[in-house]
């Protein structure tokens, strides 16, 4: 919720609502304080955690490398103040 947005981006959500798109996670559409509109994604690593963990970290490094190349029609993800692409 609020604390792990605020924990791992640094945004400090005003409003927080559920996002009633996608298939099999659970998708938050929120605002910070300067009325800026975010989306986050919340996913289940399964059961083999750390293996779910290396290639969600792996598919957002490449969706990110792909935006960083030029491509404006990929949407990547905000890594978070420590770097990485995902919180978990």
Do not use: K
Not at 19 to 26: A, K
Not at 58 to 75: D, F, K, L, P
């Amino acid at each position: 919720g609020r604390g792990a947005v605020e924990d791992g981006w640094g945004v400090a959500a005003c409003s927080l609502g559920d996002g009633p798109v996608g298939f099999g996670r659970h998708h938050w559409a929120l605002r910070d304080a300067a009325g800026v509109r975010w989306f986050a994604t919340v996913d289940r690593l399964g059961v083999a955690p750390d293996a779910s963990r290396r290639r969600l970290e792996a598919a957002y490094r490449c969706a990110v490398h792909v935006r960083n190349t030029g491509c404006e029609s990929v949407i990547a993800p905000v890594p978070t103040m420590t770097g990485t692409n995902a919180r978990t």
